[in-house]
């Protein structure tokens, strides 16, 4: 029952022995599995980051994947019983809840969304443990006095909510689709309040009868959960309501809080003695919508700039790179025939996959080596001989070169490009040397293409005069002039 697993989730004797091996996909089934809980937890993570506006996308989103995975699972059976080892050996065995056995805590709880056996009333006390122990870390990059423990302090409490919010609402949602689409609960004995998850078979038949998408009364319920986890005024009794799971003592709480401190250092999360200013997450991407920036941490040295695209016919995309001052003044640029530039900007070249038909581009940026009068660097994908329409899907992807971590990405939506060549993808920009960078998605789109290109659009002789980068300087002008930059 919820009291004996609150009494689990307390027991400071949970140490476990040496942690158990990853779990590692070996079957093209399981590696379907795998990414489709990423797809999953991916919808989690944006209507987190994007809240109602994107909520309703994610909710259909969600929904769909949902009804594919339980199809998965029911024409590979073999399965069932991996995702029930996964959530038994979390459920029992301490070792199986560290970053070395389950690295991404996110993308395992999809699996409760297919288990017939294991649901979240029965793992939610001893995750909600491992997730406090694994955010202590994040929560001292925004209040970093919560490394050091003051017994009985009840001012923790407060504090950890405040710095955990991000974590704790990712968790709130994973727990609102699991009860309100995966495994939604049927009463089956209103006398005694015994519940039990309704059938995984029967889900998909309503499912079916949608054709996939949310009908009308879980929408409505959907928005009311999405403005309650979103809501600033929420605590601790708000938000394990809207986990699912019995509130434990104010005192009991405390106590999990305080104990994580030392279970996270025990597990090598945090070290002693820690700047947590030099600290920067190493999670899930950021998703960029046109308009929207990501602040890089102040630690990052070099950074690398993929950016990717399809295509149906052979048509090559360029990726430009062009360097800018505070007063708007240009400094150089990398392209695919001027590879390095201002000894921080280098170019890879083209790669193409003619078997995928995608194509990569990559660009280096080296922020310590970058001149310090440089303040914008405005990345760019053109048409080499065509226009946009022969393109699919352009994206650009930042990373960091030191870990290959993912930072943040953005994938232009736009569908009607016309004849239109180029794209002002996003800008990479900081106040002043030694500030941070922060990458802004622009997603503006127009004309021009890189070095050598051909000028197939009417241009006027100020244009001209800058080549085949005429028309995305002068675009790249007008943002800077109304947004006051310059």
């Known amino acids: 029952g919820k009291h004996r697993n609150n009494r689990k989730m307390m027991s400071e004797k949970e140490e476990g022995g040496s942690p158990q091996k990853c779990w590692v996909p070996r079957t093209i089934p399981e590696r379907v599995l795998q990414l489709l809980c990423k797809v999953m937890n991916t919808i989690v993570v944006l209507v987190s980051d994007k809240g109602v506006a994107a909520s ?121 689709f699991l009860r309100l689409v995966a495994r939604p609960m049927t009463t089956a004995d209103h006398k005694n309040n015994n519940q039990s998850a309704v059938p995984l078979a029967h889900v998909a038949d309503m499912a079916d009868v949608t054709l996939g998408r949310p009908p009308l009364h879980l929408r409505r319920r959907w928005q009311r959960v999405v403005r309650r986890i979103l809501g600033d005024l929420l605590r601790w009794p708000g938000v394990f309501v809207l986990l699912g799971v019995a509130c434990p003592h104010r005192d009991t709480l405390l106590q999990v809080l305080e104990g994580a401190v030392s279970r996270s250092l025990k597990k090598g999360y945090h070290r002693d003695g820690q700047d947590f200013s030099a600290v920067h997450r190493s999670g899930v991407s950021k998703i ?94 053109s048409s080499w001989q065509r226009t946009l329409k022969d393109v699919i899907q352009p994206s650009v992807h930042l990373e960091d070169e030191a870990t290959g971590t993912e930072l943040c990405h953005f994938e232009l939506e736009e569908r009607d490009t016309e004849d239109f060549t180029a794209v002002i993808m996003c800008c990479l920009s900081r106040k002043t040397s030694g500030s941070r960078w922060v990458l802004k998605a622009i997603g503006h789109i127009g004309y021009g293409r890189a070095s050598g290109g051909p000028i197939t659009w009417r241009c006027n002789a100020d244009s001209l005069s800058d080549g085949p980068y005429g028309p995305m300087k002068q675009a790249i002008e007008k943002m800077r002039a109304s947004s006051g930059t310059a």
């Open 56 to 176: 309703e996308k994610a909710l259909e989103g969600y929904c769909q994947v949902h009804r594919l995975l339980i199809a998965v699972v029911d024409r590979f059976p073999s399965l069932r019983r991996s995702i029930h080892t996964r959530l038994a050996a979390f459920l029992k065995d301490p070792s199986a809840r560290v970053k070395e056995a389950c690295p991404n805590l996110g993308e395992f709880l999809p699996l409760l969304s297919v288990s017939e056996t294991v649901q979240w009333g029965h793992i939610a006390m001893p995750y909600l443990q491992e997730n406090f122990d694994r955010g202590v870390l994040w929560a001292c990059t925004k209040d970093a006095g919560l490394a050091k423990v003051s017994p009985g302090d009840v001012s923790r409490l407060d504090r950890v909510l405040e710095a955990s919010r991000t974590t704790l609402r990712l968790t709130m949602f994973h727990a609102a």
């Open 288 to 381: 960029l919508l046109k308009g929207e920036s990501y602040t890089a941490p102040p630690n990052l040295k070099r950074v690398r700039l993929h950016e990717r695209w399809r295509f149906d016919s052979m048509e090559y995309l360029d990726a430009s790179c062009l360097a800018y001052d505070k007063n708007g003044a240009s400094l150089g640029f990398v392209d695919w025939s001027h590879t390095s530039a201002l000894q921080g900007l280098h170019h890879g070249g083209d790669v193409i996959d003619h078997e995928k038909c995608m194509g990569t581009h990559t660009i280096e940026v080296d922020l310590v080596r970058l001149p310090a009068a440089v303040t914008d660097v405005y990345f760019t994908v």
